[in-house]
């Protein structure tokens, strides 16, 4: 039963995954039902497990905010008649860095709180349903681009 409402999701998120409206929305739709399905998680363990996975997926879309505010920072400064001085790149590299490393903290953190709710076979298998989600959306943008071309 599970497999058939997936496949369902799929049909459907396929087809409007990257429409204009709500594409995100879809896309989220599609990676929950992909986790869910991979991490095979009891109705227990997933009452533990999303609220955790929310929180951290809340944490890196605010630091990827802040990282495309400091990127378009970047890009403006560049474009000064004096371009960007030594000392302002290293201010820059210094947010960078702390950008950085408040995602692997989360990261931590996330792997932390999981090992109170999965087993540590689910949360590897999180991380190998995470980078193979992501491969598949990236594929799929690919897709689309080759034929619009």
């Not at 799929?10 to 709500?22: D, K, M, P, R, T």
């Not at 995100?24 to 996975?53: C, D, G, H, M």
């Not at 820059?92 to 950085?100: Q, S, V, W």
Request: charged share 35%; net charge positive; glycine share 4%.
């Amino acid at each position: 039963m599970k497999k058939i409402i997936l496949c369902i999701c799929l049909v459907f998120i396929s087809f409007g995954a990257f429409a204009q409206n709500g594409h995100r929305e879809r896309i989220k739709a599609f990676k929950v039902a992909y986790i869910t399905e991979q991490l095979n998680l009891s109705s227990k363990e997933a009452q533990k497990f999303w609220p955790i996975y929310n929180d951290y997926e809340e944490t890196i879309k605010k630091l990827k905010s802040q990282e495309r505010k400091m990127i378009k920072a970047l890009k403006e400064a560049n474009n000064t008649p004096d371009g960007l001085s030594d000392q302002r790149a290293g201010g820059f590299l210094k947010n960078y860095l702390e950008a950085e490393e408040q995602k692997s903290r989360a990261r931590k953190k996330l792997i932390s709180d999981l090992q109170q709710a999965v087993s540590n076979k689910k949360i590897l298998r999180l991380i190998k349903a995470e980078t193979d989600f992501n491969k598949r959306i990236l594929d799929k943008i690919r897709e689309r681009r080759k034929r619009n071309n």
